[in-house]
């Protein structure tokens, strides 16, 4: 196959016989674009409803290579309001730059073949993660929560992308997953993103139960950042490097399609940044 991505790790792209890189000329249009035209197409990105108050949430069954299982459930309008903390997010595209490194870590900034660290301002990632069973929300412990992200220059590790001018294969930089603890909660430790062209400031997120259970599912989507404190970084060595961004969230195609509802909330602390982000999963 002629693809511009290769890849020194296996990826797991939901639906095996998708392959973005052969269907889309990279030099037309941005790489994950047509990872959007695949979920908007098999109906994956949760749609709005109940206004602003809540979306769709769904956890998605692993499915077989090539196959595409999806169950969705709407949590009420009384959930939301008796459950705060249980706060739905909609689904987004994987994208092509998923491998499953199995990188049990938190700080996900070093590079474990040679152990040096991705420059940054550092950023320290919380997720609360609950799972809403019925009337009931409690804190769901023992839940994978992967990260993957592009450095302070656009760039992500173990891929070669030709289109965006890198070649990481063999690094493993700012990748990772940790176990939601008792109280569901999973910390990474990381830097503030980057950006390359045709996406605004970004990470990726999957949260999945035991891979080795009889119905496995998962959740993926994204985070995405204030464009007042991506500019005030984006000033800063390294980020400066790489020039003035091209897409802000309003032109993003995922930022369009439920972005608003997966920020995450960002302090500033003495360290760099803090970002936390709750969010309520329906397991069947």
Same mark, same amino acid.
């Given at each position: 196959?002629?693809?511009?991505?290769?890849?020194?790790? *296996?990826?797991?792209l939901v639906g095996g016989s998708?392959?973005?890189?052969?269907?889309? &000329?990279?030099?037309?249009? !941005? $790489?994950?674009?047509?990872?959007?035209?695949?979920?908007?197409?098999?109906?994956?990105?949760?749609?709005?409803?109940?206004?602003?108050?809540?979306?769709?949430?769904?956890?998605?069954?692993?499915?077989?290579?090539?196959? %595409?299982?999806?169950? @969705?459930?709407?949590?009420?309008?009384?959930?939301?309001?008796?459950? &705060?903390?249980?706060?739905?997010? *909609?689904?987004?595209?994987?994208?092509?730059?998923?491998? #499953?490194? =199995?990188?049990?870590?938190?700080?996900?900034?070093?590079? &474990?073949?040679?152990?040096?660290?991705? *420059?940054? $301002? &550092? %950023?320290?990632?919380?997720?609360?993660?609950?799972?809403?069973?019925?009337?009931?929300?409690?804190?769901?412990?023992?839940?994978?929560? #992967?990260? @993957? /992200?592009?450095?302070?220059?656009?760039?992500?590790?173990?891929?070669?992308?030709?289109?965006?001018?890198?070649?990481?294969?063999?690094? =493993?930089? %700012?990748?990772?997953?940790?176990?939601?603890?008792?109280?569901?909660?999973?910390?990474?430790?990381?830097?503030? *993103?980057? @950006?390359y062209p045709g996406r605004a400031?970004?990470?990726?997120? =999957?949260?999945?139960?035991?891979?080795?259970?009889?119905?496995?599912?998962?959740?993926?989507?994204?985070?995405?950042?204030?464009?007042?404190?991506?500019?005030? $970084?984006h000033k800063q060595y390294p980020?400066?490097? =790489?020039?003035?961004?091209?897409?802000?969230?309003?032109?993003?195609?995922?930022?369009?399609?439920?972005?608003? /509802?997966?920020? !995450?909330?960002?302090?500033?602390?003495?360290?760099?940044?803090?970002?936390?982000?709750? $969010?309520?999963?329906?397991?069947?």
């Open positions: 196959m002629n693809s511009l991505i290769e890849r020194s790790a *296996p990826l797991f998708d392959d973005i890189s052969s269907k889309v &000329p990279m030099q037309q249009q !941005p $790489i994950e674009k047509t990872g959007v035209e695949r979920l908007t197409r098999r109906i994956v990105l949760g749609r709005l409803i109940l206004g602003t108050a809540a979306v769709l949430l769904g956890c998605r069954r692993q499915p077989r290579l090539g196959q %595409l299982t999806t169950s @969705w459930a709407a949590p009420t309008a009384a959930h939301a309001a008796v459950f &705060p903390s249980c706060v739905v997010r *909609p689904e987004q595209t994987e994208g092509p730059y998923f491998i #499953d490194e =199995k990188l049990n870590r938190s700080d996900i900034r070093s590079d &474990p073949s040679d152990g040096s660290v991705r *420059p940054g $301002i &550092p %950023l320290r990632l919380t997720f609360h993660v609950s799972r809403i069973t019925g009337a009931s929300c409690s804190p769901l412990s023992n839940a994978i929560v #992967d990260v @993957w /992200q592009c450095d302070a220059l656009g760039a992500y590790s173990d891929v070669r992308d030709i289109n965006a001018g890198f070649d990481n294969r063999g690094k =493993k930089f %700012l990748r990772g997953y940790q176990l939601t603890d008792a109280n569901g909660i999973a910390e990474f430790l990381t830097i503030y *993103p980057g @950006w400031v970004h990470i990726h997120f =999957k949260i999945r139960n035991d891979l080795a259970s009889r119905r496995p599912q998962e959740f993926v989507s994204q985070l995405y950042f204030d464009e007042s404190t991506t500019d005030q $970084i980020y400066n490097g =790489k020039g003035h961004r091209t897409t802000t969230n309003d032109k993003d195609f995922g930022y369009r399609r439920g972005g608003k /509802q997966l920020m !995450p909330s960002l302090t500033q602390d003495v360290n760099g940044y803090a970002a936390k982000f709750d $969010i309520g999963l329906q397991m069947n």
